[in-house]
């Protein structure tokens, strides 16, 4: 047991993995169109068997920006070892150590990504990714400190030039810790999402609960889910505005949950419970000044929602809204 113990440790000193590096780069490059690079790979023994990829990254379309689209510090790939002896690769898990994504849409519309995407050439293409997926058979999906961000520089329907926000409209994740466990087309998936929105100094919001099976092909399922979504301390002023929405508040912050249960493609039922804090919203341009100071408001929702996909209809079940006293 020692021997192989001091074995197991010293495999990844003896095998050098970079010396596949240019025919990795060779099989990916090509396949997304950009000159992903990454610094060094190595084999992983103790921690799993596997490889760890460093310094991962995928160039910005300089059409865009500079800089990079993704980038990952570190992305450990765990095989799973008796497929592996039938000479089938399996992932056990995937873990990415602080990725940084970075999506842009410009003012025509085209997103920074859209030269990675091959085009269709007939339906049957449409079926390959949940069979890719399946093939991998990935079993686990991780992501630590991960950071996410989507500039819109396109202006909504209805929305005047002149009064479209300066630089667009910015959707901003970071301190985001993920993990998806049973993963599966044919099973429910677990889910487990944390993360600070809009620059808060702290995780701010929470999505756990389970979701799917998706199913083999895009028709096959109704994708059931049942999930809690929660908030804490969520800025009124920092959604608002980065939703681009015409109404915006001055100042607030959002805490409560919403338990949703359903199906994607049918119906889901939701049970809301929300607070607003210190809520205070936006005079519109061209708006009369108020006759007197405006003094922040407290407001409450409670109460059930429905969505029909179907019918794209939402319906309110003993919805109750308290604005203060009222």
Not at 220 to 238: E, F, H, M, R, T
Request: proline content about 6%.
């Amino acid at each position: 047991l020692a021997l192989l113990l001091v074995l197991a440790a010293a495999a990844p000193l003896l095998v050098d993995l970079n010396r596949y590096k240019g025919a990795i780069l060779s099989r990916i490059r090509p396949a997304v169109n950009r000159n992903v690079d990454f610094q060094s790979v190595k084999l992983t023994i103790l921690t799993g068997f596997g490889a760890q990829l460093v310094g991962l990254r995928v160039p910005e379309n300089p059409a865009f920006a500079a800089g990079d689209f993704v980038s990952v510090e570190g992305v450990q790939v765990r095989l799973k070892i008796l497929p592996l002896l039938k000479g089938e690769v399996r992932i056990a898990r995937l873990l990415f150590d602080s990725p940084e994504v970075h999506v842009r849409r410009n003012a025509a519309g085209a997103f920074n990504f859209a030269d990675m995407v091959k085009p269709k050439k007939d339906k049957e293409d449409k079926s390959k990714l949940p069979a890719i997926l399946a093939s991998l058979g990935i079993s686990d999906l991780t992501v630590r400190d991960g950071a996410f961000t989507f500039e819109d520089r396109k202006v909504p329907a209805g929305v005047r030039p002149a009064a479209a926000p300066t630089g667009g409209r910015i959707f901003s994740l970071a301190d985001l810790d993920a993990s998806l466990e049973n993963i599966s087309l044919t099973g429910a998936v677990d889910i487990d999402v944390r993360g600070s929105m809009f620059g808060a100094p702290k995780q701010n919001f929470s999505v756990t609960g389970t979701m799917g099976p998706v199913g083999l092909s895009a028709g096959d399922s109704p994708i059931p889910l049942d999930l809690a979504i929660g908030v804490n301390g969520l800025s009124l002023k920092a959604l608002t505005e980065g939703l681009g929405l015409s109404s915006r508040a001055a100042s607030g912050l959002m805490t409560g949950e919403i338990q949703a249960k359903g199906s994607v493609r049918r119906k889901i039922d939701a049970a809301v419970k929300l607070a607003v804090e210190n809520l205070v919203m936006q005079r519109k341009p061209g708006a009369p000044a108020p006759a007197k100071a405006v003094q922040p408001a407290r407001l409450d929702l409670n109460g059930r929602l429905s969505y029909e996909n179907a019918a794209k209809d939402v319906t309110l079940q003993d919805m109750r809204l308290g604005i203060g006293a009222s």
